[in-house]
C-alpha cells in the first residue's frame, strides 16, 4: 500500500514537471514566441489574419521537423494575448511576455501604431523582434537594433498609383502635371506615411492636390469628402484607412452617385472589397504581395502553393497581411538555424545578415531593419478579381482606365 502511494506521489510530481516544462519558454524540445495581435477592437480583421499566417508557417515548420541546432531538433510554439487594437495595451503585453512568460523572440503585432508602442520594449529588453505588419517608415528612423521588418514600408504603398496615373496620361496625351489628386487618409502612423509617400510623388510630376483630408480613427462615414470629390472633379481619389476605409469608399462612392476615373486604395483584400461587386469594379489596391508571383521557399514552394494550402487551412484566400505573417516566422527558422544557437545576441546577428527568399518575395534588411529587397504590386479588380497591372513590368493584366461610369 506504501509503494503504491509512493508510486501515485512519484507520478503527479512527474507529470507536474512535465506540465512546467511544457509552459515554459525552450523545453528540450519548443521553443516559444511571444506575440500580442488583435484578436478583439477595430483591428480585429487583419487581427486574425496575422495570427492564421503565424500558425501556418509555424505548422508547417514543425511538420518538417522543426529548427535544428547543434544535431538537436526544436519544435515552434507562439503564446498570444489580445492587445484590442490597443498600443498600450500591446506594450503591457509584451512586458508580461517578456518578463512572466520569458520569451527570448517576439512576433510582431498587426498595425504601425501598435508596433511603434511595442518596439521601445523589445529594444529596452534587447529582444528579437520580427514582424510584417508595422510599415511605417518612422519606425526605422530610431536607431533600432532589435527591429526588423519583412515588408515594404508604408511610403511606397501607393507609388505606384502615382506612377500609373502618370503613365496612362501621358497616353491619353496629356501632361502628368495637369492630373488633380484627392487624398483621404485616417490619422494613424501607417496612413500618415502612405501619404507623405504620394504626395512626395505628385510632387515629382507636377500634380495638383485639390483634396487634403484626414479621416477619424473610427472611421464609420466619408460622406464629407465624398461631397468635395463631386465638386472638385479630381482625376484620381487615394484612400487609406485599413480594411473599413477600403469598404467605405466603394460603396460610399456608389451610394453617393460620384464619379472618380480612378480610385486607389489600401487594404483591398483583407476587407474582400472584391465581393461587392459593380461598387468595387477596376478600383485599385495596393498589395504587399500576390499569390500569381514567381517566389518560392523551402517550406511552401510557390507563393501560390502556400495560398492554396492557406485556402485549404483556414477556408479563405490569404490576404498579403496573412502571407507578411508566415514570413516573418519564416525569418526567424532561418535566422536561428544560421546562428546554431538561441542567444538574442547571436539571432538578432543573423537576423541582420538575412538575405533569402519566400513564397513571399525575396527579404534583406539594410541597417535600420527594413526590407529592401521585395516591391510592392496594384492590384486592379476586374470582373470581381485581383488583376495585377503595376509595376506595368509584371502586370498580369491591361489597366482599365477610365473607370466605366
Request: proline share 4%.
Amino acid at each position: 500500500m506504501l509503494s503504491q502511494r509512493k508510486f501515485v506521489v512519484g507520478l503527479c510530481a512527474t507529470l507536474v514537471s512535465l506540465t512546467f516544462g511544457l509552459a515554459g519558454v525552450a523545453t528540450a524540445e519548443t521553443i516559444t514566441f511571444g506575440a500580442a495581435v488583435s484578436i478583439t477592437g477595430k483591428y480585429s480583421t487583419n487581427g486574425k489574419n496575422t495570427k492564421d499566417g503565424y500558425e501556418l508557417a509555424v505548422q508547417r515548420v514543425n511538420e518538417m521537423g522543426g529548427i535544428k541546432i547543434g544535431g538537436k531538433s526544436y519544435k515552434i510554439a507562439v503564446k498570444y494575448y489580445d492587445d484590442e487594437s490597443t498600443p498600450a495595451r500591446g506594450a503591457q503585453l509584451v512586458e508580461r511576455l517578456v518578463n512572466q512568460d520569458k520569451v527570448q523572440f517576439v512576433l510582431g503585432p498587426y498595425s504601425s501604431g501598435l508596433t511603434k508602442a511595442i518596439a521601445p520594449v523589445t529594444e529596452k529588453y534587447k529582444i528579437p523582434m520580427v514582424e510584417g505588419n508595422g510599415a511605417s517608415r518612422s519606425l526605422f528612423t530610431q536607431g533600432y537594433k532589435y527591429l526588423f521588418a519583412v515588408l515594404s514600408t508604408s511610403e511606397q504603398y501607393l507609388a505606384s498609383a502615382i506612377e500609373l496615373a502618370a503613365e496612362q496620361a501621358q497616353k491619353d496625351g496629356k501632361k502628368p502635371s495637369s492630373l488633380k489628386i484627392a487624398l483621404a487618409f485616417e490619422n494613424d502612423p501607417f496612413s500618415q506615411d502612405v501619404r507623405s509617400g504620394v504626395i512626395d510623388d505628385a510632387k515629382r510630376f507636377g500634380m495638383k492636390i485639390v483634396i487634403d483630408d484626414k479621416l477619424p480613427p473610427e472611421l464609420n462615414d466619408m460622406a464629407a469628402t465624398l461631397n468635395k470629390v463631386r465638386a472638385l472633379k479630381p482625376d484620381l481619389l487615394v484612400v487609406s484607412g485599413h480594411a473599413k476605409g477600403a469598404t467605405l469608399v466603394a460603396r460610399q462612392t456608389n451610394e453617393m452617385k460620384v464619379y472618380v476615373p480612378m480610385i486607389a486604395v489600401t487594404h483591398c483584400d483583407s476587407a474582400k472589397v472584391h465581393t461587392l461587386g459593380k461598387p468595387a469594379e477596376n478600383m485599385l489596391c495596393a498589395s504587399q504581395w500576390d499569390r500569381g508571383l514567381s517566389y518560392k521557399d523551402q517550406w511552401f514552394g510557390t507563393a501560390e502553393d502556400y495560398a492554396k494550402l492557406f485556402e485549404k487551412t483556414f477556408d479563405y484566400a490569404p490576404p498579403y497581411q496573412a502571407a507578411e505573417s508566415t514570413a516573418a516566422v519564416l525569418t526567424f527558422v532561418d535566422a536561428i538555424t544560421r546562428a546554431k544557437s538561441l542567444d538574442r545576441e547571436k539571432v538578432r546577428d543573423a537576423l541582420a545578415s538575412t538575405n533569402m527568399q519566400t513564397m513571399y518575395g525575396n527579404i534583406k534588411f539594410d541597417k535600420t531593419g527594413k526590407n529592401i529587397a521585395k516591391p510592392m504590386v496594384l492590384y486592379q479588380i476586374q470582373n470581381g478579381e485581383y488583376a495585377v497591372v503595376a509595376p506595368t513590368k509584371w502586370a498580369s493584366a491591361k489597366f482599365i482606365h477610365p473607370r466605366p461610369r
